[in-house]
């Protein structure tokens, strides 16, 4: 079992609508992040959180300590945010466990 | 400026050659990572400089060998790569490398060894 899981691993839309991603994490952790990797392979770091919400435009990331999970919203979503999204763990230090990753296709 | 640079964007190279990745950033971090990305999988970590100094290497091979010669560059050279080795090659810096601090990615060199 990763220590990092996201669902679902796929996940295709249409235009407008909402959009969720989940990431399950099993160990302890310092901060949670939420990266977004496009076809051309750079990686943008959308979040750092470490308790409650986030908010940058339509995107919202969320984090419940507790229950060691944190979610990804993305609202009135647009073939632009068709790409891979990461969530990654701050284990300890510098050194990040990442999940496996969802590739989100929006279609118009 | 929150750019990370990498040079080149591409790279085919057979096993015997010797090539190098470079990796820049003038946002002042003073940590800088390489990770490696196969196809459809997440980034594993190779190398974390802190300060200049080898932090962490993660069990990489030696035909992998980073350098580091000033807190603005980080360099990978490679040496006698297998077909094993084609994957995109990126390189991330943050803040120190100690705490909660976003890291910022390169856009990846994408290799490719015959």
């Known amino acids: 079992k990763n220590e990092v899981e996201q669902s679902p691993q796929n996940l295709t839309a249409q235009e407008g609508e909402f959009i969720t991603i989940n990431c399950s994490y099993s160990?302890?952790?310092?901060?949670l992040h939420w990266l977004q990797q496009h076809p051309g392979g750079g990686i943008v770091s959308l979040f750092m959180l470490s308790s409650g919400k986030k908010k940058h435009g339509r995107l919202i990331a969320t984090i419940n300590i507790q229950e060691k999970h944190s979610s990804l919203h993305i609202t009135a979503s647009h073939p632009r945010d068709s790409a891979v999204y990461i969530c990654?763990?701050?284990?300890?230090?510098?050194?990040?466990?990442f999940g496996e990753g969802t590739q989100l296709t929006v279609n118009p | 400026d929150t750019e990370v640079t990498q040079t080149p964007k591409h790279l085919v190279m057979g096993m015997t050659n010797k090539k190098s990745l470079k990796c820049e950033q003038h946002m002042g971090h003073r940590a800088m990572y390489w990770y490696k990305q196969k196809a459809k999988k997440p980034p594993e970590l190779m190398f974390v400089y802190s300060y200049e100094k080898l932090s962490i290497n993660e069990s990489v091979p030696s035909r992998f060998s980073p350098e580091c010669p000033n807190s603005s560059l980080l360099n990978l050279h490679l040496h006698a790569l297998q077909p094993e080795d084609s994957a995109l090659y990126l390189c991330?810096?943050?803040?120190?490398?100690?705490?909660?601090?976003?890291?910022?990615f390169g856009p990846g060199t994408r290799l490719l060894v015959l």
């Open positions: 990654a763990a701050r284990t300890g230090g510098s050194r990040l466990t």
């Open positions: 160990v302890g952790i310092s901060a």
């Open positions: 991330a810096s943050s803040r120190d490398g100690s705490g909660q601090e976003t890291q910022y």
